[in-house]
Nanobody, 116 residues
Framework: QVQVVESGGGLGHAGGPLILSCVAS????????MAWFRQAPGKERGVVSR????????VYADSVKARFTISRDNAKNTVYLQMNNLKPEDSAVYYC?????????WGQGTQVTVSS
């Protein structure tokens, strides 16, 4: 079974950057579209961005377009999310998982808190 571990969250400042990492183990993720999700208190978890297996296509939620960049390193079984120009509304727990049919085991996520 694939296990994912997200890291890199923490306290960010409005207008500043953070970079998140997601390392998968147990099987390769190199053939799958992967996605970053986020869940804020009282809200449902939603997709922030996704990237195809070969990085040929990326998609972003309207709320993060032009600020976030998703990337991956298949050799390291890792997906990244570069977050720039952070906003307080970006505060949430961030998760990564396979897009479409998620792996059964979600990671613990990484908390991002953006101060204004």
């Amino acid at each position: 079974q694939v296990q994912v571990v997200e890291s890199g969250g923490g306290l960010g400042h409005a207008g500043g950057p953070l970079i998140l990492s997601c390392v998968a183990s147990g099987a390769t993720i190199s053939t799958y579209t992967m996605a970053w999700f986020r869940q804020a208190p009282g809200k449902e978890r939603g997709v922030v961005s996704r990237i195809t297996w070969n990085s040929g296509s990326t998609v972003y939620a309207d709320s993060v377009k032009a600020r976030f960049t998703i990337s991956r390193d298949n050799a390291k079984n890792t997906v990244y999310l570069q977050m720039n120009n952070l906003k307080p509304e970006d505060s949430a727990v961030y998760y990564c998982n396979r897009n479409g049919i998620p792996y059964a085991n979600w990671g613990q996520g990484t908390q991002v808190t953006v101060s204004s």
